[in-house]
């Protein structure tokens, strides 16, 4: 009985989204995404303008600063303030494919 209880939790969505995830983190450490703490400025010198900026969200209190995404054809930034917080490959998960349906 444990055996197959350890069978069928192999084969769960939840292992299976481990396993994308994982893969998607691999991915990511092989291909060259602004690092944390770059400028704005920094990344567009060095990737270029981004297809789209998107308008600012947070900055209404210290404890929400203001973030800014910028959507590239392979990759996601995000930036706090002027800065790279998170870089992430554009993938059609989440709401990476339609920010603008997101209040």
Do not use: C
């Amino acid at each position: 009985m444990i055996v197959l209880l350890a069978v069928a939790g192999a084969w769960s969505p939840t292992a299976h989204a481990d396993n994308l995830l994982v893969n998607r983190v691999q991915q990511e450490q092989g291909m060259d995404l602004p690092a944390r703490g770059m400028s704005m400025d920094q990344v567009e010198k060095k990737y270029g303008a981004p297809q789209r900026k998107l308008s600012p969200r947070g900055g209404d209190t210290a404890k929400h600063p203001v973030i800014n995404r910028w959507d590239y054809s392979n990759f996601i930034v995000y930036f706090e303030k002027s800065h790279v917080v998170h870089a992430v490959l554009n993938t059609p998960a989440g709401n990476n494919t339609n920010p603008a349906s997101v209040n």
